[in-house]
Protein backbone atom coordinates (compact mmCIF):
# COMPACT_ATOMS: atom_id res chain seq x y z
CA UNK A 1 0.00 0.00 0.00
CA UNK A 2 2.96 2.40 0.62
CA UNK A 3 4.84 2.07 -2.64
CA UNK A 4 0.49 2.65 -4.24
CA UNK A 5 0.31 6.13 -2.11
CA UNK A 6 4.21 6.98 -3.03
CA UNK A 7 3.15 6.71 -6.75
CA UNK A 8 0.09 8.99 -5.93
CA UNK A 9 2.20 11.34 -4.25
CA UNK A 10 4.75 11.36 -7.64
CA UNK A 11 1.98 12.38 -9.67
CA UNK A 12 0.29 14.50 -7.03
CA UNK A 13 3.62 16.52 -6.70
CA UNK A 14 4.45 16.79 -11.02
CA UNK A 15 0.77 17.99 -11.26
CA UNK A 16 1.39 20.41 -8.46
CA UNK A 17 4.12 21.72 -10.04
CA UNK A 18 2.57 22.30 -13.21
CA UNK A 19 0.28 24.47 -11.67
CA UNK A 20 0.60 28.09 -9.95
CA UNK A 21 -2.06 27.02 -7.17
CA UNK A 22 -0.73 23.75 -6.57
CA UNK A 23 -3.13 22.73 -3.93
CA UNK A 24 -6.12 23.39 -5.92
CA UNK A 25 -8.81 21.42 -6.05
CA UNK A 26 -8.13 20.75 -9.63
CA UNK A 27 -4.57 19.95 -9.15
CA UNK A 28 -5.69 16.79 -6.92
CA UNK A 29 -9.30 15.80 -9.20
CA UNK A 30 -6.20 15.59 -12.33
CA UNK A 31 -3.97 13.70 -10.00
CA UNK A 32 -6.79 11.23 -9.20
CA UNK A 33 -8.37 10.69 -12.88
CA UNK A 34 -4.96 9.91 -13.61
CA UNK A 35 -4.77 7.41 -10.86
CA UNK A 36 -8.08 6.03 -11.79
CA UNK A 37 -7.30 5.47 -15.10
CA UNK A 38 -4.07 3.75 -14.71
CA UNK A 39 -5.74 1.40 -11.87
CA UNK A 40 -8.63 0.77 -14.36
CA UNK A 41 -6.25 0.08 -17.27
CA UNK A 42 -4.87 -2.68 -15.23
CA UNK A 43 -8.18 -4.07 -13.90
CA UNK A 44 -9.24 -4.74 -17.92
CA UNK A 45 -5.48 -6.21 -18.87
CA UNK A 46 -5.72 -8.62 -15.94
CA UNK A 47 -8.96 -9.29 -17.27
CA UNK A 48 -8.03 -9.69 -20.69
CA UNK A 49 -5.35 -11.72 -19.44
CA UNK A 50 -7.87 -13.89 -17.76
CA UNK A 51 -10.92 -13.74 -20.59
CA UNK A 52 -8.03 -15.02 -23.64
CA UNK A 53 -6.31 -17.48 -21.78
CA UNK A 54 -8.21 -18.98 -18.76
CA UNK A 55 -11.77 -18.76 -20.24
CA UNK A 56 -10.95 -18.29 -23.82
CA UNK A 57 -14.64 -15.95 -23.76
CA UNK A 58 -14.79 -12.57 -25.21
CA UNK A 59 -17.33 -10.08 -24.80
CA UNK A 60 -20.94 -10.34 -27.96
CA UNK A 61 -20.03 -7.38 -29.14
CA UNK A 62 -17.97 -4.03 -29.42
CA UNK A 63 -20.45 -2.24 -27.47
CA UNK A 64 -21.18 -4.49 -24.89
CA UNK A 65 -17.46 -4.49 -23.85
CA UNK A 66 -16.65 -0.78 -24.13
CA UNK A 67 -20.13 -0.51 -21.63
CA UNK A 68 -18.28 -2.82 -19.43
CA UNK A 69 -14.86 -0.89 -19.39
CA UNK A 70 -16.49 2.72 -19.19
CA UNK A 71 -18.83 1.02 -16.23
CA UNK A 72 -14.95 -0.46 -14.51
CA UNK A 73 -13.31 3.11 -15.08
CA UNK A 74 -16.47 5.14 -13.46
CA UNK A 75 -16.55 2.61 -10.62
CA UNK A 76 -12.90 2.97 -9.83
CA UNK A 77 -12.85 6.88 -10.18
CA UNK A 78 -15.94 7.18 -7.81
CA UNK A 79 -13.86 5.15 -5.25
CA UNK A 80 -11.25 7.07 -5.83
CA UNK A 81 -13.07 10.17 -5.67
CA UNK A 82 -14.54 9.05 -2.48
CA UNK A 83 -10.99 7.70 -0.66
CA UNK A 84 -9.03 10.86 -1.96
CA UNK A 85 -10.86 14.04 -2.48
CA UNK A 86 -13.90 13.69 0.00
CA UNK A 87 -12.03 11.84 2.66
CA UNK A 88 -8.77 13.97 2.04
CA UNK A 89 -6.57 11.37 1.88
CA UNK A 90 -4.60 12.49 -0.84
CA UNK A 91 -3.77 15.38 1.63
CA UNK A 92 -2.29 12.64 3.97
CA UNK A 93 -0.53 11.05 1.66
CA UNK A 94 1.27 14.52 0.25
CA UNK A 95 2.01 15.34 3.93
CA UNK A 96 3.63 12.35 4.83
CA UNK A 97 6.01 12.19 1.70
CA UNK A 98 6.62 15.53 0.58
CA UNK A 99 9.38 16.02 3.61
CA UNK A 100 11.40 12.88 2.10
CA UNK A 101 10.75 14.27 -1.09
CA UNK A 102 12.95 17.39 -1.14
CA UNK A 103 16.13 15.20 -0.23
CA UNK A 104 15.38 12.29 -2.67
CA UNK A 105 18.06 12.40 -5.14
CA UNK A 106 15.90 10.09 -7.50
CA UNK A 107 13.31 12.41 -8.47
CA UNK A 108 13.19 11.93 -12.04
CA UNK A 109 13.68 8.24 -11.87
CA UNK A 110 10.84 8.24 -9.28
CA UNK A 111 8.75 10.20 -11.59
CA UNK A 112 9.52 7.93 -14.94
CA UNK A 113 9.10 4.60 -13.10
CA UNK A 114 5.51 6.15 -11.76
CA UNK A 115 4.38 7.25 -15.43
CA UNK A 116 5.53 4.06 -17.20
CA UNK A 117 3.62 1.69 -14.22
CA UNK A 118 0.44 4.23 -15.35
CA UNK A 119 1.12 3.65 -19.38
CA UNK A 120 1.78 -0.15 -18.87
CA UNK A 121 -1.30 -1.99 -19.16
CA UNK A 122 -2.19 0.37 -22.10
CA UNK A 123 1.08 -0.65 -23.73
CA UNK A 124 0.15 -4.34 -22.82
CA UNK A 125 -3.48 -4.54 -23.89
CA UNK A 126 -1.73 -3.06 -27.25
CA UNK A 127 1.05 -5.89 -27.24
CA UNK A 128 -1.47 -8.44 -26.63
CA UNK A 129 -3.99 -7.47 -29.19
CA UNK A 130 -0.88 -7.43 -31.78
CA UNK A 131 0.73 -10.67 -31.24
CA UNK A 132 -2.24 -12.77 -29.32
CA UNK A 133 -4.82 -11.45 -32.15
CA UNK A 134 -8.29 -13.30 -31.17
CA UNK A 135 -9.50 -15.35 -33.85
Not at 13 to 41: A, I, T, W
Not at 97 to 126: E, H, Q, T
Request: aromatic share 20%.
Amino acid sequence: MKKFEYVYFTIYNYCSRQSYFPDELHVRLKSMYLLSLSVGGWILFLEMLFLRFVKNAWFSSHPVAMFYALGVYVAITALFHRIFIVNEHDQKIYNRFSSSWNNNSNKRRDLFLALSAAAAPYILLIGMKIFFPRN
